[in-house]
């Protein structure tokens, strides 16, 4: 199937919701969720900020500014560039606040094989790992809008079209918010058990979205959270056959998500079979990650446009399970957290983060090279740049 690609402003609109009866729209919560037999909180949805008057959006260049009176940010960032710290190694953080580039600063080096490392500078594109799950989200969103995708449908995979297969039933939904019922192991330990790390590097490199999609079942779909790259490359499937893989599905994350948000140095990885690395593979400038997390706080609106439809950043913060290894709330394709803020983020490997926070109209991107085992440390620190702003606030 192709899609045209239509007008610049999304004006269609998305209100569905989780499966369920009347009342389960975005912004409404179950009371419980299957996976973990917890009570979700029912966290409510901060309004997002419209661009403030006389702030130019950053699609040429980053207005700048000065951080809110009585915001310190200097010790978080020496403390993030401690090179004896256990921040180690950030590479770039930026803060956006009030739509301005309040706070940047970038540092380390890239490892390289045949040679030394390669400085981290303002303009050094850098690896989004499993952030680029939040810009497929987006990509989906504007399909969506366009009418060639529906996410209560049945997701449309080869592979499950048998009558009798059991993974029929899975909807594009249920992909975008990872319950999908898939068995499918993401582990980054060993190589002959896991899925992901086969799919990435071994057996499944070559089309990794048919690799993800030959899982069987291992709950009903609709029943189970399991946060998985498999999910989100069964996704990327999809958009490579509603697109047209390769160039074609390049030129539209181009003409329509990155080229109008000034995402330049915006570059996606795709695998052998033309699918976009949608689950991992995507380089740019700490620069352009921000003006990503500026579209998702202005509700898909950019510069005088909507880029993506109306209701579906909603769709993507809206909290629908507990990640029963560590309590973060997941809705689709981003995670959430209950706090009265609204912050919702995009999360990658080795401490990749986009901080979108309503209340406070701020967002806050780290990257960098920082091990699993130091992500408390990391978590704390982010949660004390944002408190920053919100003792100034309240100041």
Request: hydrophobic residues 35%.
């Amino acid at each position: 199937m192709s899609c045209p690609v239509s007008g610049r402003d999304r004006t269609a609109s998305y209100g569905g919701g989780r499966r369920g009866g009347p009342g389960t729209g975005p912004g409404v919560l179950r009371e419980a969720d299957p996976v973990t037999d917890v009570t979700l909180p029912a966290v409510p949805l901060v309004r997002l900020p419209p661009q403030p008057d006389g702030v130019p959006w950053p699609t040429r260049e980053w207005p700048v500014g000065d951080p809110p009176s009585g915001v310190g940010l200097d010790d978080l960032l020496e403390e993030a560039f401690d090179p004896a710290g256990p921040l180690h190694d950030t590479y770039a953080v930026a803060v956006v606040s009030g739509g301005r580039l309040v706070a940047e600063r970038y540092g380390g080096t890239l490892p390289r094989f045949d040679g030394p490392g390669r400085p981290v500078l303002p303009e050094t594109p850098l690896l989004s790992w499993s952030v680029a799950k939040s810009m497929l989200h987006a990509t989906v969103g504007m399909l969506v809008g366009d009418g060639a995708l529906d996410p209560a449908a049945r997701a449309e995979v080869p592979a499950w079209a048998g009558s009798d297969d059991p993974r029929r039933a899975i909807t594009l939904g249920d992909l975008l918010t990872m319950r999908d019922g898939l068995d499918f192991s993401e582990d980054y330990e060993d190589p002959e058990r896991s899925d992901v790390l086969q799919m990435l590097f071994g057996r499944g490199q070559e089309d990794m979205a048919s690799f993800a999609a030959d899982r069987p079942l291992a709950a009903p779909p609709g029943t189970r959270f399991a946060y998985t790259t498999g999910a989100s490359m069964v996704v990327s499937g999809i958009v490579a056959r509603t697109l047209g893989p390769g160039q074609p599905c390049r030129d539209y994350l181009h003409d329509r998500l990155f080229g109008p948000l000034g995402m330049v140095t915006a570059d996606p990885g795709f695998d052998g079979a033309g699918t976009w690395v949608a689950g991992s593979y995507v380089h740019a400038t700490a620069r352009d990650y921000a003006r990503f997390g500026l579209l998702y706080l202005r509700d898909g609106h950019w510069d005088g446009g909507r880029l993506l439809p109306a209701g579906w950043v909603d769709h993507g913060r809206s909290a629908r399970s507990v990640d029963p290894d560590d309590g973060n709330l997941f809705g689709a394709h981003w995670w959430t957290r209950d706090d009265p803020l609204g912050t919702f983020w995009a999360a990658g490997h080795d401490g990749q983060y986009v901080d979108v926070c309503p209340a406070l109209d701020l967002v806050v991107v780290r990257l960098g090279r920082t091990g699993s085992d130091r992500t408390p440390s990391l978590r704390d620190w982010r949660d004390r740049v944002i408190g920053a702003f919100a003792s100034a606030r309240r100041g």
